[in-house]
């Protein structure tokens, strides 16, 4: 009797032991979250930074723009990530954070591998997307039946996709899958299949399409040539400070734009030839 | 002297009764923590799934019977698009078909474990059923999609994404609840009642059908509801073949979604506090009360068949 009560005791120690191991790391530490586009690059990033400097650490976790920002405006993160600009989700006041562009994503169109389309006009593309055409062989394929599949509402890639492709008209109510690596298999395996995903997924099993006879490739987002492609940006609550003031630093410094940024297919925020605001005005930077 | 020495060890505590009020107090505090956790649970997702009608003026009759579900934008007269019925329906028929397809197969493994072939059946078929209960829901959602899918969608045509695919995937899922269930209803059956049986003369096959089945009714039915409400709340496997289409399902092979594939989807696309996140929360709400009725339903078939014996 005693014995197990000493056991249980001495095991409950012990999970608590554990679980102060993960709080308590000796030094500083600030928490990122939200866009699960964005997590891979700033855990890189924040890998990177912990080894460079000793004591200070970068958690981040995933969760959605949604939660990026709305954990960001409730002040229990330090950094809120985010494919949208904040005035555009709502319910998010956006006057007191501030936007820290780090990269430049491209979203790109991808269809069934076996489809025999290369290009299509954005005006093709937003019908097939609101419903109006519905078979392949109006827009140069075989008589087969267009398969659309959405990502969730409100998911920063969908949102990039409808602004720059849809231009306000409504998408048909069609599939739906809430991560990128979902799409990309059920595209892959469905004849007739058509979707949408950020430069970095595509991978060999799903093909990619022009629009409007420009190729998706960085050279022309640079340029704003390809039009679908959205900052990605990390929210801070007011101007950054400390640790938090120097990670951001960090990740906008040349070394982790040229290294981390560029070698994960993001686009270098100091590669673009232009800048676009949130209202969708292009200028051409000197 | 003595006397009092006798008083003083009658008067003290023993250490048994001490034992006693240790017991007592330490399963008070577990009850408690529990009950204070699920009655927060109730307050929190009914405090959050009821703004919807109260503070953003949701008309309820409207959200159960909507069809278009799209809380980011509204409607010509400025409402917001919430129709849940969509989901509710997909919900529902996933669950009852996956029932009815498992049912029979329940029963039909139960009879063979009891009745026909105890001895293969606690060694053969016990383990594979206890196996089925421990396999994540992930990984049927997987095989769902690498098998099922293409499998639907090559035999019945459209993308493979629907109703139908769901049910299989579900039909597997809920299959070792049942059954387990439903054998523990049949061994609940007294040996009398087969011994009388046979006894009068009726094969093996009359005494099954005609005195162990209907003996268990109760059980088996608690057992079916009970692999229902389990197939009601399930969410990831039913999301990976299901097609997440928020359209009214026009037949088994269309894209269409559930109440729970809806909200893994959206929660982490939505603000705390819009009105699209509170709309989800009312989904949770549903998706709470659902499997209560079911709970209900059960304890009142357990009286009925209580009675009735």
Same mark, same amino acid.
């Given at each position: 009797m005693k014995k197990k009560w000493i056991l249980f005791l001495g095991l409950t120690s012990f999970v608590f032991l554990l679980s102060s191991c993960g709080l308590k790391q000796s030094g500083q530490s600030i928490t990122a979250v939200g866009s699960s586009a964005l997590q891979p690059l700033v855990e890189a990033a924040g890998d990177r930074y912990t080894a460079e400097?000793? =004591?200070?650490?970068?958690?981040?976790? =995933? #969760?959605? !723009?949604?939660?990026? /920002? *709305?954990?960001?405006?409730?002040? *229990? %993160?330090?950094?809120?990530?985010?494919?949208?600009?904040?005035?555009?989700?709502?319910? +998010?006041?956006?006057?007191?954070?501030?936007?820290?562009?780090?990269?430049?994503?491209?979203?790109?169109?991808?269809?069934?591998?076996?489809?025999?389309?290369?290009?299509? *006009?954005?005006?093709? /593309? &937003?019908?097939?997307?609101?419903?109006? +055409?519905?078979?392949?062989?109006? %827009?140069?394929?075989?008589?087969?039946?267009i398969v659309i599949i959405n990502r969730a509402q409100g998911s920063g890639t969908r949102d990039t996709f409808e602004r720059w492709v849809m231009k306000g008209r409504s998408t048909m109510q069609a599939q739906e899958q809430d991560s990128t690596g979902m799409v990309r298999q059920i595209v892959a395996s469905t004849p007739g299949a058509i979707s949408y995903m950020a430069f970095p997924y595509v991978d060999k099993t799903v093909k990619t399409i022009n629009v409007d006879n420009v190729a998706p490739e960085d050279k022309n987002v640079q340029t704003n040539k390809w039009q679908i492609w959205s900052y990605e940006h990390m929210y801070t609550n007011g101007q950054p400070t400390g640790l938090t003031a120097r990670f951001m630093t960090y990740i906008l410094s040349d070394k982790i734009q040229r290294e981390i940024v560029a070698s994960m297919g993001y686009i270098p925020v100091k590669d673009m030839k232009v800048s676009r605001t949130l209202a969708g005005k292009v200028e051409a930077i000197k | 002297m003595n006397n009092d020495e006798i008083r003083v060890s009658l008067l003290k505590r023993s250490r048994a009764s001490k034992n006693e009020r240790w017991g007592k107090l330490i399963s008070g505090a577990c009850i408690t923590i529990i009950i204070g956790v699920v009655v927060s649970i109730f307050y929190f997702v009914a405090s959050k799934g009821l703004a919807t009608f109260f503070e953003d003026k949701v008309n309820l009759w409207k959200f159960l019977t909507g069809t278009v579900w799209n809380p !980011?934008?509204?409607?010509?007269? =400025?409402?917001?698009?919430?129709?849940? $019925?969509?989901?509710?329906? #997909? !919900?529902?028929? %996933?669950?009852?078909?996956?029932?009815? +397809? &498992?049912?029979?197969?329940a029963i039909g493994a139960a009879v063979f474990m009891t009745e026909i072939s105890p001895r293969l059946g606690k060694k053969v078929l016990q383990p594979v059923i206890e196996l089925l209960v421990g396999i994540p829901s992930v990984v049927y959602g997987f095989i769902g999609l690498s098998v099922v899918v293409p499998f639907v969608r090559h035999l019945f045509g459209g993308s493979g994404f629907g109703i139908l695919s769901g049910t299989f995937v579900l039909f597997v899922m809920i299959l070792p609840t049942v059954t387990s269930m439903t054998v523990d209803a049949l061994n609940a059956v007294p040996r009398a009642y087969r011994e009388a049986s046979l006894a009068l003369g009726a094969t093996r096959w009359q005494t099954i059908y005609k005195v162990v089945l209907r003996a268990s009714i109760s059980g088996i039915i608690t057992a079916v509801v009970f692999g229902m409400s389990r197939a009601f709340g399930e969410a990831l496997a039913v999301q990976m073949v299901?097609?997440? &289409?928020? $359209? $009214?399902?026009?037949?088994?092979? *269309?894209?269409?979604?559930?109440?729970?594939?809806? $909200?893994?989807? #959206?929660m982490g696309n939505s603000v705390m506090g819009s009105l699209s996140n509170n709309a989800l929360w009312s989904l949770a709400l549903l998706l709470l009360i659902m499997p209560l009725i079911f709970n209900i339903l059960i304890r009142w078939i357990g009286k009925k068949g209580a009675m009735r014996s």
């Amino acid at each position: 009797m005693k014995k197990k009560w000493i056991l249980f005791l001495g095991l409950t120690s012990f999970v608590f032991l554990l679980s102060s191991c993960g709080l308590k790391q000796s030094g500083q530490s600030i928490t990122a979250v939200g866009s699960s586009a964005l997590q891979p690059l700033v855990e890189a990033a924040g890998d990177r930074y912990t080894a460079e400097n000793a =004591g200070e650490f970068i958690n981040v976790q =995933g #969760g959605g !723009s949604g939660t990026g /920002l *709305s954990q960001i405006q409730a002040g *229990s %993160v330090e950094i809120g990530n985010s494919d949208l600009y904040a005035e555009q989700k709502s319910g +998010i006041d956006a006057t007191h954070l501030v936007d820290h562009k780090v990269a430049v994503v491209g979203v790109t169109p991808v269809i069934n591998k076996d489809i025999p389309v290369k290009n299509l *006009s954005t005006d093709q /593309l &937003a019908q097939i997307f609101s419903g109006d +055409i519905t078979n392949w062989k109006k %827009v140069g394929g075989h008589d087969q039946k267009i398969v659309i599949i959405n990502r969730a509402q409100g998911s920063g890639t969908r949102d990039t996709f409808e602004r720059w492709v849809m231009k306000g008209r409504s998408t048909m109510q069609a599939q739906e899958q809430d991560s990128t690596g979902m799409v990309r298999q059920i595209v892959a395996s469905t004849p007739g299949a058509i979707s949408y995903m950020a430069f970095p997924y595509v991978d060999k099993t799903v093909k990619t399409i022009n629009v409007d006879n420009v190729a998706p490739e960085d050279k022309n987002v640079q340029t704003n040539k390809w039009q679908i492609w959205s900052y990605e940006h990390m929210y801070t609550n007011g101007q950054p400070t400390g640790l938090t003031a120097r990670f951001m630093t960090y990740i906008l410094s040349d070394k982790i734009q040229r290294e981390i940024v560029a070698s994960m297919g993001y686009i270098p925020v100091k590669d673009m030839k232009v800048s676009r605001t949130l209202a969708g005005k292009v200028e051409a930077i000197k | 002297m003595n006397n009092d020495e006798i008083r003083v060890s009658l008067l003290k505590r023993s250490r048994a009764s001490k034992n006693e009020r240790w017991g007592k107090l330490i399963s008070g505090a577990c009850i408690t923590i529990i009950i204070g956790v699920v009655v927060s649970i109730f307050y929190f997702v009914a405090s959050k799934g009821l703004a919807t009608f109260f503070e953003d003026k949701v008309n309820l009759w409207k959200f159960l019977t909507g069809t278009v579900w799209n809380p !980011s934008a509204k409607d010509a007269q =400025g409402n917001p698009q919430l129709g849940a $019925l969509p989901m509710i329906v #997909g !919900s529902f028929s %996933v669950t009852f078909l996956a029932a009815i +397809i &498992a049912t029979p197969f329940a029963i039909g493994a139960a009879v063979f474990m009891t009745e026909i072939s105890p001895r293969l059946g606690k060694k053969v078929l016990q383990p594979v059923i206890e196996l089925l209960v421990g396999i994540p829901s992930v990984v049927y959602g997987f095989i769902g999609l690498s098998v099922v899918v293409p499998f639907v969608r090559h035999l019945f045509g459209g993308s493979g994404f629907g109703i139908l695919s769901g049910t299989f995937v579900l039909f597997v899922m809920i299959l070792p609840t049942v059954t387990s269930m439903t054998v523990d209803a049949l061994n609940a059956v007294p040996r009398a009642y087969r011994e009388a049986s046979l006894a009068l003369g009726a094969t093996r096959w009359q005494t099954i059908y005609k005195v162990v089945l209907r003996a268990s009714i109760s059980g088996i039915i608690t057992a079916v509801v009970f692999g229902m409400s389990r197939a009601f709340g399930e969410a990831l496997a039913v999301q990976m073949v299901i097609g997440n &289409a928020m $359209l $009214l399902p026009q037949n088994l092979i *269309s894209p269409a979604s559930t109440l729970t594939s809806v $909200l893994t989807m #959206g929660m982490g696309n939505s603000v705390m506090g819009s009105l699209s996140n509170n709309a989800l929360w009312s989904l949770a709400l549903l998706l709470l009360i659902m499997p209560l009725i079911f709970n209900i339903l059960i304890r009142w078939i357990g009286k009925k068949g209580a009675m009735r014996s």
